[in-house]
């Protein structure tokens, strides 16, 4: 409006614009008119900024739209162009289970006559699991070799032959953000994900307990008191407690919590050892498998339950091929793909929700032959004369 315009509305009373009344002549007067036409300007261009507001709430406030389910990365549809890497992937896994049939971790055929790669922290004790193959047989475990630094383990199932085995390629080609193929629900389905970070080496931050320690305790007992244990921590799954009074850690007696903690994290996060401790003045003793620091302070704050959980060792590799495929511990141990059909590493840490590593092939698959050659062909027995 100009000055003129708000002069004369100020000077007189706004009429209602649907209502002017006539002159007696039948007309409007000239600044009925002229007001009119002001108050009518005045009225579209203020319809018109809220006409322009409501739109933009009315889509600020509309959701926008989104990827049905079966067309995301991971959905029904998009896995359907993967499926020729089905015999690839799937048909090359099998499903390491306890006696009872609970679902551990995955396993990579490795020989058609029954070898198998897995995670070893995760079964450090092949007696006492199985292995389930894809169709339905399962049959007990040997070990033949186990190799701490690279947390991997070979086996062979007993009495199996006429597997499907894994072929092997290069990882070195891969570039950030490649698109990779693995199995997940212990080897029965296929997810997709890509090459999310550089190549590199893991360091270690040693293994861990679960337990907060003080030196508090009766004069005649030399030991360590736990005074705090962690959620589904090694102690607590060992079923050690507050206030127990740790007095033997790997058959070293242990009087300060310094040395406690050194005898646990010079060794690895998968590990067994035997734990003797005072509660209520009576000696016990417990075996207990250590875990890594790093999944027993995410279990301290909560944040390993909150994620699915991370596998028992997560660091210490000489290697790592890093990837975003939606995986849990338990699919651990099963292959990696490129959309090739490429078989170019084996799943080896669960370490966050969106991260995995992978142990790349050129960092264990010539070892791994060495070690079916030597037990397929083992030396012959000389008679000494």
Same mark, same amino acid.
């Given at each position: 409006?100009?000055?003129?315009?708000?002069?004369?509305?100020?000077?007189?009373?706004?009429?209602?614009?649907?209502?002017?009344?006539?002159?007696?002549?039948?007309?409007?007067?000239?600044?009925?008119?002229?007001?009119?036409?002001?108050?009518?300007?005045?009225?579209?261009?203020?319809?018109?900024?809220?006409?322009?507001?409501?739109?933009?709430?009315?889509?600020?406030?509309?959701?926008?739209?989104?990827?049905?389910?079966?067309?995301?990365?991971?959905?029904?549809?998009?896995?359907?162009?993967?499926?020729?890497?089905?015999?690839?992937?799937?048909?090359?896994?099998?499903?390491?289970?306890?006696?009872?049939?609970?679902?551990?971790?995955?396993?990579?055929?490795?020989?058609?006559?029954?070898?198998?790669?897995?995670?070893?922290?995760?079964?450090?004790?092949?007696?006492?699991?199985?292995?389930?193959?894809?169709?339905?047989?399962?049959?007990?475990?040997?070990?033949?070799?186990?190799?701490?630094?690279?947390?991997?383990?070979?086996?062979?199932?007993?009495?199996?032959?006429?597997?499907?085995?894994?072929?092997?390629?290069?990882?070195?080609?891969?570039?950030?953000?490649?698109?990779?193929?693995?199995?997940?629900?212990?080897?029965?389905?296929?997810?997709?994900?890509?090459?999310?970070?550089?190549?590199?080496?893991?360091?270690?931050?040693?293994?861990?307990?679960?337990?907060?320690?003080?030196?508090?305790?009766?004069?005649?007992?030399?030991?360590?008191?736990?005074? &705090? $244990?962690?959620?589904? !921590?090694?102690?607590?799954?060992?079923? =050690? %407690?507050?206030?127990?009074? *740790? @007095?033997?850690?790997?058959?070293?007696?242990?009087?300060?919590?310094?040395?406690?903690?050194?005898?646990?994290?010079?060794?690895?996060?998968?590990?067994?050892?035997?734990?003797?401790?005072?509660?209520?003045?009576?000696?016990?003793?417990?075996?207990?498998?250590?875990?890594?620091?790093?999944?027993?302070?995410?279990?301290?704050?909560?944040?390993?339950?909150?994620?699915? &959980? $991370?596998?028992?060792? !997560?660091?210490?590799?000489?290697?790592? =091929? %890093?990837?975003?495929?939606? *995986? @849990?511990?338990?699919?651990?141990?099963?292959?990696?793909?490129?959309?090739?059909?490429?078989?170019?590493?084996?799943?080896?840490?669960?370490?966050?929700?969106?991260?995995?590593?992978?142990?790349?092939?050129?960092?264990?698959?010539?070892?791994?032959?060495?070690?079916?050659?030597?037990?397929?062909?083992?030396?012959?027995?000389?008679?000494?004369?």
């Amino acid at each position: 409006m100009t000055n003129d315009e708000i002069r004369m509305t100020k000077e007189a009373p706004i009429p209602n614009v649907e209502s002017l009344a006539l002159n007696r002549a039948g007309h409007y007067s000239a600044f009925e008119l002229r007001h009119s036409f002001v108050i009518r300007k005045f009225v579209i261009r203020h319809s018109a900024c809220l006409f322009l507001l409501s739109s933009h709430l009315a889509l600020a406030e509309s959701p926008r739209p989104t990827l049905p389910p079966e067309q995301r990365t991971n959905g029904r549809q998009t896995l359907s162009a993967v499926s020729p890497l089905k015999p690839l992937t799937l048909g090359c896994t099998a499903r390491m289970e306890s006696v009872l049939g609970r679902p551990i971790c995955t396993a990579t055929i490795v020989g058609a006559d029954g070898y198998l790669l897995t995670k070893a922290s995760e079964v450090p004790d092949l007696d006492k699991a199985r292995v389930r193959f894809a169709d339905g047989r399962t049959a007990a475990l040997r070990e033949v070799h186990r190799e701490v630094r690279l947390d991997l383990v070979l086996a062979q199932a007993v009495g199996v032959t006429g597997l499907r085995a894994v072929s092997f390629g290069a990882a070195k080609p891969l570039t950030l953000g490649q698109w990779l193929c693995s199995t997940a629900e212990a080897g029965r389905e296929p997810r997709i994900g890509i090459v999310s970070a550089q190549r590199r080496r893991i360091p270690g931050t040693g293994a861990a307990l679960g337990i907060r320690m003080d030196e508090k305790t009766p004069k005649e007992v030399k030991g360590v008191r736990i005074i &705090g $244990i962690a959620s589904e !921590s090694p102690a607590e799954i060992a079923g =050690l %407690q507050e206030n127990d009074v *740790l @007095l033997n850690i790997a058959g070293e007696a242990v009087a300060q919590y310094r040395r406690v903690h050194e005898l646990v994290n010079k060794r690895q996060p998968g590990e067994i050892i035997e734990v003797r401790y005072l509660r209520k003045d009576k000696e016990e003793t417990c075996r207990v498998r250590l875990a890594s620091r790093t999944k027993v302070l995410q279990n301290w704050e909560g944040e390993d339950f909150a994620n699915g &959980g $991370i596998s028992l060792r !997560s660091d210490n590799f000489p290697e790592v =091929l %890093q990837h975003d495929i939606p *995986l @849990l511990p338990t699919d651990m141990g099963g292959p990696v793909a490129t959309l090739e059909g490429k078989i170019v590493g084996i799943n080896i840490a669960r370490v966050d929700r969106v991260t995995t590593f992978a142990l790349p092939v050129e960092a264990f698959w010539s070892e791994v032959q060495k070690w079916m050659q030597a037990d397929r062909h083992p030396p012959k027995a000389v008679l000494v004369k």
